[in-house]
T-cell receptor, first 114, second 116 residues
């Protein structure tokens, strides 16, 4: 069975502080991994993705994530939070053996404190 | 929204009435998906399609049916709406794992459904 766990449904950081959003997955095969962001009353936008190759991937708006196979993790980070980063963040996996299904975590709401 | 249109964007209906949500894409992507988004649950897959007339169930398919008669259109039908189906519904598309775009899932803007 596939599952995605996002630790912490709500995370608050001060403006300028490090952002760390955690994602762990279970998959019997190496999956593609994604982070999406959702601003209020909008659809989901792709932040970054990992498919193969370099395990540290960079995305939009200064975000990056590192795929750690041994830890089955794909944590999202940003060195310095900005007010505009306040949003809901979703981790997703796309295993290769599930008919191209995507599985999402329950999301982490990021609040940035001025 | 990258060539994906959902309609209607907002709908209020009564328990027991049928409801159809439409997703239209102009990207010619093979895969289309319907998700529902609820607080505390994230996004849950209802149904998806891997080609014209080819569909399969997701994890929360009870009470929903889908149809895909053309590549560009994917319809989600609630035969008899219930209050538990009040949610925000998102359509998404992807090219598939063999695509140069690395199988990114692209979302529509969402359809907010309220069942009274």
């Amino acid at each position: 069975a596939q599952s995605v766990t996002q630790l912490g449904s709500h995370v608050s950081v001060s403006e300028g502080a490090l952002v760390l959003l955690r994602c762990n997955y279970s998959s019997s095969v190496p999956p593609y991994l994604f982070w999406y962001v959702q601003y209020p009353n909008q659809g989901l936008q792709l932040l970054l993705k990992y498919t193969t190759g370099a395990t540290l991937v960079k995305g939009i708006n200064g975000f990056e994530a590192e795929f750690k196979k041994s830890e089955t993790s794909f944590h999202l980070t940003k060195p310095s939070a900005h007010m505009s980063d306040a949003a809901e963040y979703f981790c997703a996996v796309n295993p290769s053996n599930t008919g191209n299904q995507f599985y999402f975590g329950t999301g982490t709401s990021l609040t940035v404190i001025p | 929204d990258a060539g994906i249109t959902q309609s209607p964007r907002h709908k209020v209906t009564e328990t027991g009435t049928p409801v159809t949500l439409r997703c239209h894409q102009t990207e010619n992507h093979r895969y289309m998906y319907w998700y529902r988004q609820d607080p505390g649950h994230g996004l849950r897959l209802i149904h998806y399609s891997y080609g014209v007339k080819d569909t399969d169930k997701g994890e929360v398919s009870d009470g929903y049916s889908v149809s895909r008669s053309k590549t560009e259109d994917f319809l989600l039908t609630l035969e008899s709406a219930t209050s538990s189906q009040t949610s925000v519904y998102f359509c998404a598309i992807s090219e598939g794992r063999d695509s140069p775009g690395a199988n990114v899932l692209t979302f529509g803007a969402g359809s907010r459904l309220t069942v009274l």
